[in-house]
């Protein structure tokens, strides 16, 4: 009898130990510098500018300003883009673009004439165009990206424009150019073919059949004008509307095998039923989706003739949290799309850049929509600025996630969600840690969400290849709530820099506070 109570108690403990120990065990996050996915195209960490709202006037341009420099460009908010490391910014749509003839848009500003604008029911005066997005990319040190009309405008309009971006001289478009007070060509590299255009809110809307072989065309004949340019075919926008993705992306890919070099996905989320852990994991969907093109991207790529050229990349050309500005009162007009962000906007966003670093051998292009003040990091008044709460994800990440994609081991805690954005991700259960890594000449980055709404999460983050050694940086995006909004002169939702990591040996214990994403960044010796 008294063996057995010693056995039982003992067993109990044990029990207890194994339950304590269960409960207790760290999260642990494996870094392996030999599991390389693919090399981070900075293209990520694009943008977009659209002649929409307060986007190209009022936000980027605003001659007369005190706040804007001799070609009226703001400097204030070329700043703050600047610290954005903005890579490439596409332009000028958008919606806008399918109603948008690039030759009212150039020469004297005096003679441009004024449009009506049926995407965003407004009128446009053209005053800013060609030249001077031109001039303001290479001002900010950015990628010039444009996107031809698909919509209104013809095969001829669109080759046309490329004759005058990018032919050194001798044809009248060249020539035009010249004219115009630009002798050198603008060499632009990236043109994508038509926005949206699977969606019936597209000016000029097309089936899949008749946009692929539109498409097929424009492309052979803008590349014929100039071989080196870079083709962006318009795959899907319209998940979960009435036309079908999978026969739009794989109709495209197939006729475009032999021209394209990527195919543009759009995407934007939101959290109309104000619930949380639904939300965070919006990003999901788009990894899943490019899970599922990527598929039709290699079984094209199988019968394409592409000569020594890359395979067709994915591009998420337009990307963002849009729901509360869409349709109704904000959704045209003058102060079109002003979208407020809150703190756990922020935590998304977080999200799908480390989607797009987890996916960095087939996503080699993003561009977040859009830059100022209509759905954007940053947001204008007449005579200031301030950085949304999405603004510090994409700042921390375009100056830092760059280098190899490793892929991280992830072991820790998973809520499980039903519904759409499960099934839309093929998931059911999603880890509270999202996770990724880059790594860059011995450099090791790592970025971590900490969905939890209450928890820490102790995490032992181990090195399989090497010793983490000297100081490791810490940044952390926090914020009061996650409905806590930033304001002029109020940026609550902001990065800030937590007491340095001392490390040594082949592991370092992190605790990752709940609501938050924190950067870790330091140096592994093999
Ligand atoms: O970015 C706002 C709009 O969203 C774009 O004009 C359009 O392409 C998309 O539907």
């Known amino acids: 009898m008294k063996f057995k109570a010693v056995l039982f108690s003992s067993l109990m403990a044990l029990g207890f130990l194994c339950c304590e120990h269960l409960f207790s065990q760290n999260a642990r996050i494996k870094i392996d510098t030999d599991r390389i996915i693919g090399e981070v195209n900075p293209n990520i960490y694009g943008n977009f500018v659209e002649h929409l709202g307060r986007c190209v006037y009022g936000g980027i341009y605003d001659p007369g300003s005190p706040l804007s420099d001799d070609k009226g460009f703001r400097k204030d908010v070329m700043e703050a883009a600047r610290e954005l490391n903005v890579s490439i910014v596409r332009y000028p749509g958008g919606n806008f673009v399918s109603n948008y003839h690039w030759l009212d848009g150039v020469g004297p500003q005096e003679e441009r004439v004024t449009r009506m604008e049926l995407a965003w029911n407004v009128l446009e005066t ?166 599922i093109v990527r598929g039709m991207v290699d079984r094209e790529m199988n019968h394409a003739r592409r000569g020594s050229r890359d395979p067709i990349y994915i591009a998420w050309t337009e990307w963002n949290v849009w729901y509360r500005t869409m349709g109704g009162e904000g959704g045209s007009g003058p102060r079109a799309l002003e979208e407020h962000y809150n703190f756990e906007d922020a935590l998304v966003v977080a999200g799908f850049l480390n ?108 090195s399989q290849t090497g010793n983490f050694t000297g100081s490791f940086t810490v940044h952390e995006i926090t914020g009061p709530d996650i409905k806590a909004v930033n304001d002029f002169g109020n940026e609550v939702v902001r990065t800030i820099e937590k007491p340095l990591i001392r490390a040594r040996g082949d592991k370092i214990t992190y605790s990752f506070p709940p609501l938050s994403v924190t950067m870790l960044k330091g140096r592994i010796s093999k």
């Open 355 to 462: 989607g797009f670093v987890r996916n960095a051998d087939i996503i080699k292009m993003a561009n977040m929509a859009q830059l100022v003040n209509v759905i954007a990091p940053i947001f204008t008044s007449e005579d200031d600025l301030f950085r949304q709460t999405i603004y510090f994800p994409l700042e921390l990440f375009a100056n830092n996630a760059l280098g190899t994609s490793l892929d991280v081991f992830v072991d820790c805690e998973e809520f499980t969600l039903s519904g759409t954005i499960a099934s839309e991700a093929g998931r059911n259960s999603f880890p509270y840690l999202d996770v990724s890594a880059t790594y860059n000449d011995g450099e090791v980055v790592i970025a971590v969400i900490n969905r939890h709404q209450e928890n820490h999460i102790n995490t032992d983050i181990i």
């Open 126 to 291: 053209n005053q800013f165009g060609t030249n001077e997005f031109v001039e303001w990319s290479r001002r900010m040190g950015a990628e010039p990206f444009f996107t031809v009309n698909m919509g209104t405008g013809t095969i001829e309009e669109a080759r046309r424009w490329v004759e005058y971006t990018n032919v050194s001289e001798g044809p009248y478009y060249a020539e035009l150019r010249r004219k115009h007070g630009y002798p050198e060509p603008h060499n632009i590299k990236y043109w994508a073919l038509g926005n949206e255009m699977d969606g019936s809110w597209q000016m000029g809307a097309l089936n899949a059949e008749d946009y692929a072989k539109k498409a097929r065309e424009t492309a052979k004949l803008m590349r014929w004008t100039d071989p080196g340019i870079k083709i962006v075919a318009a795959g899907s926008s319209s998940y979960g509307g009435d036309s079908d993705p999978d026969h739009w992306n794989s109709t495209v890919l197939r006729e475009l095998r032999n021209y394209a070099d990527y195919i543009a996905l759009h995407t934007y989320v939101g959290n109309r039923s104000n619930d949380y852990l639904t939300f965070v994991a919006t990003p999901h969907v788009m990894e899943h989706r490019t899970k």
